[in-house]
């Protein structure tokens, strides 16, 4: 045996040692912590989804406020130049050349409405006025994109858009330096070959101006630089967060990024400033402003952990020039969903315990009846047939413990009834034996007697002298001497202890010898002979001349059986269980009385006339098959015929040896 084998042999050996208690203990527990471990499992899963989920809709929906939000401010801008470029001062003065009511107009709107920078092409797109004192005019405006859209398609644009650092000292030197930002070194951020950002993002809007003769003669243009500018940011904080704040610290943040550097921000370093000039991870850099597409997950954001939603911000060619962002604080859902998780983990432990107490004092209802269930059965075993089990439940087990009470009185009667028959059996076994033994014994004396008489019969039936009348009579004699004789053999044969001569035989062999002695016999002239063997069967060890016996009394039975004719089916094939071959002997004669089958195989049982039979032939059968450890039985039906079958053991016992 292999170490593998020998290791389950022994794992099973101590399995089946375990008692009934502890194997139920066991598997309830089992049961109860495994159900109480999948659902808490299930029920962590859940409630942490559940909580991530919704902190992810609740900042998906901050991130809708921020876009409108930042897009508002986008919107206004185009309207203060929209309703400034109606106005006669601004159309008229620029038509005419009126310089000084351009720059009284121009510079109005720029101071009230808090532009950082405010200009006017010609139809060139050469800027004719800049409300910056930067000493600079007459650059083309070609090159930047929403001017030139609104110039072509003569219908307002408003977008974002990246100003370069020359661009910015042109609408102001102080725009310049706001713009410039110095890059903060950033865990997990891309890698870069620059310390420094001098471009600016402004938000801006450009609206064509009309003559009276609604010809196009320029475009009014303006916006604000976001670097470092912080009302949109701080709105979105205000509006959405509503200044809550945790543990000290704000619960919300927003940032506005110039491709992946922070430019507006509430988000606050570790000193308290503003993270200006940090940086975005690179997982949000690939995702939002490669693929254009938006990043809802946790990050770590500077300093903490949060839920965070980003989206790019699109140029008027529609391309990702910068991120919106806003952000809420993790820990305080990480605070909920541990407060909902212990009190979860809790509830679950107290139902385990609670399944826990409830399957021990069950295992304790159902263990206690089975255990007086065995103690009366190991007593029913002793033979303390008056063992009653006292209480019991009313459910299925005390059913069980009452059918056990009706079993011991079923038993104690049958013992009773056992014990007369017994005694009664044993009775009239004892004086069959002496029966037995007084006939074997006169059967004896008798026969000496009885081949006297038929010698002399004989004798005088050859003598011509004796009369014929006599002959007749001496005839009588000598038959029923015959007859006497025969009765006297079979008496013999019955009550000798005959051992057989057991040997190999093929059984179809055996019942082919019987049957072609009696095949051309006048008794069988109107008798069909159906052979069914079965060629595969192995030999059996049986006498051979015993079976032939047998077979033959069940032959010559079925042949009487059938007067009129009929048809005699022989087969052979395998037992049940193939530890036996069965040998049926089937006619289609007058059958036999069921209240005759009980008797059928008792010595002198017979109803047959006087003179044809002695009643032996099937009580001599039955103890040939007894004595090969076999068994011989019969089925019949009135009028339909009978079934004798005769199981004869494969296999040679030690004890018949």
Known sequence: MSPRNRKTGSVMARLKGISLRTKLSIGLTLV?????????????????????????????????????IYNGHLREIQIVLEFSAIRPSISNSLAIGDMDLLQRTMTGIYKKYGLDFLNITDDSLRVVFRCADSGISRDSQKSNVIVAKAWETGIPVSSTYIMSQDKLRQEGQHLAERAMI?????????????????????????????????????????????????????????????????????????????????????????????????????????????????????AFVVNNWYITAYEPILNAMGKAIGILYVGILEEPYNELRRGILWSFLGLTGLAIALALIISYLLSRSILKPIGQLLEGATRLTRGELEYRIKSYSSDEIGQVCRAFNAMGESLLDRDRKLWEQTQQQLSESEKLASVGRLAAGVAHEINNPLVGVLTFSKLLLEDDAIPPRAKEDLKVIADETLRCREIVKNLLDFARETT????????????????????????????????????????????????????????????????????????????????????????????????????????????????EGTGLGLAVSYGIIQKHRGSITVTSQIGEGSTFEVNLPIAREESST
């Open 32 to 68: 109860v912590l495994i159900s109480g471990l999948t659902a808490t499992t299930i029920g962590v899963y859940f409630i942490n989804n559940g909580i991530i989920k919704q902190a992810q809709n609740k900042v998906r929906l901050d991130l809708n406020t921020a876009r409108e």
């Open 182 to 298: 110095q890059i903060v070194p950033t865990p997990r951020a891309r890698p870069i070959d620059y310390t420094e950002s001098a471009s600016g993002m402004v938000i801006m809007s450009a609206v064509p101006l009309y003559n009276e003769a609604d010809k196009p003669i320029g475009v009014l243009y303006g916006g604000v630089l976001l670097n470092r500018k912080y009302d949109i940011v701080d709105e979105i904080k205000n509006i959405v967060y509503r200044g809550e704040v945790h543990k000290g610290e704000p619960i919300g943040t927003s940032t506005i990024f110039q491709g992946d550097t922070r430019i507006s921000t509430n988000v606050l370093t570790e000193k308290g400033e503003r993270a200006i000039g940090t940086r975005v991870s690179s997982e949000v850099y690939e995702q939002v402003l490669v693929k254009g597409r938006k990043w809802i997950d946790r």
């Open 500 to 611: 057989p001569e057991i040997c190999l035989a093929n059984i179809n062999e055996v019942i082919e010898k019987v049957l072609g002695i009696i095949r051309n016999q006048s008794l069988f002239q109107n008798i069909t002979i159906a052979e069914r063997f079965n060629t595969d069967l192995p030999e059996v060890p049986v006498d051979p001349d015993q079976i032939q016996q047998v077979i033959m009394n069940l032959v010559l039975n079925a042949a009487e059986a059938m007067p009129d004719g009929g048809t005699l089916t022989i087969s052979t094939n395998y037992g049940a269980d193939r530890h036996f071959i069965k040998i049926s002997v089937k006619d289609t004669g007058t059958g036999i009385a069921k209240e005759d089958i009980e008797r059928i195989f008792d010595p002198f049982f017979t109803k047959k006339e006087r003179g």
